[in-house]
């Protein structure tokens, strides 16, 4: 099992910057983030392996990044230039397996941090 606990979400104006954390229970080889918006399926923003691979969604190239602190076993997600569009639920997630931005074969999951950007 993994514990996956995510915060730092909060209402911004759009073009302003936030920084998501998940502190996990353990890392597995694949770590992610995903958002969902209201009245829309979940979608993968960003991954990272445990070799350092990231991979990101079109949408956030360039404006997010992913990274990881292993001794601390914490994930993060810097999100800067925000949009109105990024308002969603955010969610951290883990799987042993490969990577991808598909949320389905994630295993674990946290409760999700809300983020509000303004316009």
């Known amino acids: 099992q993994v514990q996956l606990v995510e915060s730092g979400g909060g209402s911004v104006q759009a073009g302003g910057s936030l920084r998501l954390s998940c502190a996990a229970s353990?890392?597995?080889?694949?770590m992610g983030w995903f958002r969902q918006a209201p009245g829309k399926e979940r979608e993968g923003v960003a991954t990272?392996?445990?070799?350092?691979?990231?991979g990101y969604a079109d949408s956030v190239k360039g404006r997010f990044s992913i990274s990881q602190d292993n001794a601390k076993n914490a994930l993060y997600l810097q999100m800067n230039s925000l949009k109105p569009e990024d308002t969603g639920m955010y969610y951290c997630?883990?799987?042993?397996?490969?990577?991808?931005?598909?949320?389905?074969?994630?295993?674990?999951w946290g409760q999700g941090t809300q983020v509000t950007v303004s316009s």
């Open positions: 353990r890392f597995t080889y694949c």
């Open positions: 990272i392996t445990s070799y350092g691979t990231t």
């Open positions: 997630a883990a799987r042993h397996d490969s990577c991808s931005l598909a949320p389905g074969p994630f295993n674990y």
